[in-house]
């Protein structure tokens, strides 16, 4: 079983930047796609961004595509997430998570989860 631990969330003015981390325990990442999720009040949790094994595969939203890169540190068990040009929209509980396979768009496709980091931009 993965654990999964997110941290990096804080406050920001719009136009600012962070960068999440989820690092994983137990078990090594190398064998899983990463995913990350948001979800803010009164939402449902919605895909963000997702990576292959090896990194050689991304997907991502159209409303961070451009803004926010994933990448991963398979060495240390780490997935990133770069959020750059915040938005006060992008304000949400940051979620990482894990499943075999390719990375894909659905939150019940995974099967590992972390418990959240918040993300809030103001404007």
């Known amino acids: 079983q993965v654990q999964l631990v997110e941290s990096g969330g804080g406050l920001v003015q719009a136009g600012g930047s962070l960068r999440l981390s989820c690092a994983a325990s137990?078990?090594?990442?190398?064998?899983?796609?990463m995913g990350w999720f948001r979800q803010a009040p009164g939402k449902e949790r919605e895909f963000v961004a997702a990576?292959?094994?090896?990194?050689?595969?991304?997907i991502y939203a159209d409303s961070v595509k451009g803004r926010f890169t994933i990448s991963r540190d398979n060495a240390k068990d780490t997935v990133y997430l770069q959020m750059s040009s915040l938005k006060p929209e992008d304000t949400a509980v940051y979620y990482c998570?894990?499943?075999?396979?390719?990375?894909?768009?659905?939150?019940?496709?995974?099967?590992?989860w972390g418990q959240g980091t918040q993300v809030t931009v103001s404007s």
């Open positions: 990576i292959g094994r090896s990194a050689g595969s991304t």
């Open positions: 137990r078990r090594t990442i190398t064998g899983y796609a």
């Open positions: 998570a894990a499943r075999p396979g390719a990375g894909t768009r659905r939150p019940d496709e995974y099967d590992y």
